[in-house]
């Protein structure tokens, strides 16, 4: 569900109207640049996923599509895959690179 900039407006409260106004008159909305430039990004990179395996571009449209996210908490990878057999491959040459170091 899409919402414009007038209905996200409409439904904040007082004091985030109030912090967002403060912002946009004394720092020059320079937290509000931050988010929108965060969001933007975020969706670029969505757009622009490839196959960690073959390099192909990847759909985010298209339901094939794989993402496994792994490591430690604080440390998380995400990797991408346009099908089944490319995650499997991964998945494959993952357990024998961790027998291997073992």
């Keep these: 569900?899409?919402?414009k900039l007038?209905?996200?407006v409409d439904n904040l409260e007082?004091?985030?109207?109030?912090k967002l106004q403060k912002d946009?008159?004394?720092e020059g909305g320079m937290h509000v640049r931050k988010l929108v430039n965060e969001k933007i990004q975020q969706l670029e990179d969505n757009e622009?996923?490839?196959?960690?395996v073959c390099g192909n571009p990847i759909n985010p449209y298209y339901t094939e599509n794989y993402t496994l996210i792994f490591g430690p908490r604080d440390f998380r990878k995400k990797a991408?895959?346009?099908a089944l057999d490319c995650l499997e491959y991964f998945l494959k040459n993952l357990k024998q690179t961790k027998t291997i170091k073992e």
């Excluded at 007082?14 to 109030?18: A, P, S, T």
């Design 24 to 26: 946009l008159e004394e």
């Design 48 to 52: 622009r996923t490839v196959c960690v």
């Design 1 to 3: 569900m899409k919402k």
């Design 80 to 82: 991408s895959f346009c």
């Design 6 to 8: 007038k209905e996200i």
């Design 14 to 18: 007082h004091e985030d109207l109030i």
